[in-house]
């Protein structure tokens, strides 16, 4: 079993950074592949960034390529989202999400590739 927790979300205007964490309690004694997913109000989650479990493959969204960076901190079980230049548009909850069901090398980018997800931390930006 794992727990996934958020944290760094906020109000800010645009052109504004943040900068999101996502630390995983558990079973942590090796690396999972790991993702940051957004969901806007009536809209369906999606895809932001993901990162391998050996941190040496990542992947983005076109809509995020060149302003948000995702890394894995020095400990196994910390990985973050540096959120740069952003946009209104990228108001949303931001979600964490592991997946434990596979030893993938890859950075994985689908909704359903992920078994674990965290409660969400709200990101707002402002015109």
């Known amino acids: 079993q794992l727990e996934l927790v958020e944290s760094g979300g906020g109000l800010v205007q645009a052109g504004g950074s943040l900068r999101l964490s996502c630390v995983v309690f558990g079973r942590t004694f090796r690396s999972y592949p790991m993702g940051w997913f957004r969901q806007a109000p009536g809209e369906e989650r999606e895809f932001v960034a993901a990162i391998s479990w050996s941190g040496d493959y990542t992947d983005y969204a076109d809509s995020v390529k060149g302003r948000f960076t995702i890394s894995r901190g020095n400990a196994k079980n910390t990985v973050y989202l540096q959120m740069n230049s952003l946009k209104p548009e990228d108001t949303a909850v931001y979600y964490c999400?592991?997946?434990?069901?596979?030893?993938?090398?890859?950075?994985?980018?689908?909704?359903?590739?992920?078994?674990?997800w965290g409660q969400g931390t709200q990101v707002t930006v402002s015109s």
């Open positions: 999400a592991a997946d434990s069901t596979t030893r993938s090398s890859y950075a994985l980018t689908l909704v359903r590739d992920y078994n674990y």
